[in-house]
């Protein structure tokens, strides 16, 4: 059994392909075929079904996924303090992200890197839901994720965080409405969500924390919110309500890089928050992911427990 058959059997565990695990480990189709199929022959069992377009684990792949896991992330981590006993970090830090992250983020990347050279930096853009399980799964380091209050925008009734994950809040900012200069409530100083309840709106796609938080406070207020148009990422959103699409409701920060062509007003009734968090695991923390923790400054506050 060896390293790299560990880290193609979890490459094609989660791309659910082999061609897609081979261009992820920058090696050709075959081989990885040909040493997963090694490896079923040491162990006696087929790891995974071949039978249908998307590969998927066996029972027994199931069963050893989270070893193969364990045996990787343990020689990374021997790997590290051995190149630390020499005062050179090293390694990967894996980080992941809701999309269009703010500067906060970026700026910490950047000093990580000038202080830790040696560390190849991996940045992986999801869902908040999603980015929170990677990191309790190992999947990830650490991940910077948008909550609202305590929770995680998972649907009208939310979802609290894994105990298991330790978290700082970096930001809290309001959301805003948006709309082009001529709309009818450009001019106002707030505006009421009900304001818009005879307005098309574009949102986030289904599925995502902000297009819930939205739908959620709209029912609450009595009304369905049509939806004219779907982004998968806020800069898109806001291009297409500076087109005159329709209205916006989105975070503060982001109408900052669409400065000029469109126009944000407070949203005062509900008066709704995203707090954007940094969340690692309490247990599990490489010492890659500690340094960029000291970057960032990040101290578990407690307050998702």
Not at 49 to 67: H, K, M, W
Request: proline share 6%; aromatic share 4%; charged share 20%.
């Amino acid at each position: 059994m060896e390293l790299r058959q560990l880290a193609y059997v979890v490459a094609v565990a989660e791309e659910s392909s082999f061609t897609k695990a081979a261009a992820r480990a920058h090696v050709a189709q075959p081989a990885i075929s040909q040493q997963i199929a090694q490896l079923e022959r040491e162990l006696g069992q087929r790891l995974f079904d071949r039978s249908d377009r998307r590969v998927r684990l066996t029972p027994a792949g199931e069963a050893f996924l989270p070893y193969a896991r364990t045996a990787l992330e343990a020689t990374a981590v021997g790997r590290d303090a051995v190149a630390s006993l020499h005062g050179v970090l090293a390694g990967r830090l894996i980080i992941g992200t809701i999309p269009c992250p703010p500067d906060w983020l970026n700026a910490r990347l950047a000093e990580f890197a000038r202080r830790h050279p040696a560390v190849r930096l991996t940045v992986h853009v999801a869902s908040p839901e999603t980015l929170a399980d990677e990191v309790a799964t190992g999947s990830l380091d650490t991940a910077l994720i948008g909550v609202m209050n305590p929770r995680l925008p998972a649907g009208p009734a939310g979802q609290r965080l894994r105990p298991s994950l330790a978290s700082q809040t970096v930001s809290i900012e309001p959301l805003v409405v948006g709309v082009t200069a001529d709309h009818p409530l450009a001019q106002s100083s707030g505006a009421a969500l009900t304001d818009l309840k005879d307005e098309s709106f574009v949102t986030l796609t289904s599925g995502t924390g902000l297009r819930a938080v939205v739908e959620a406070a709209a029912a609450a207020a009595g009304f369905t919110i049509d939806v004219k148009a779907e982004a998968t990422d806020l800069v898109t959103l806001t291009d297409l309500v500076a087109q005159g699409i329709g209205v916006g409701v989105f975070p503060e920060s982001v109408t900052v890089r669409a400065r000029g062509q469109l126009v944000a007003i407070p949203l005062i009734r509900p008066r709704l928050k995203r707090h954007l968090v940094l969340v690692w695991h309490r247990q599990r923390t490489s010492a890659v992911t500690k340094a960029f923790l000291e970057v960032a400054q990040a101290v578990d506050d407690g307050t998702r427990r």
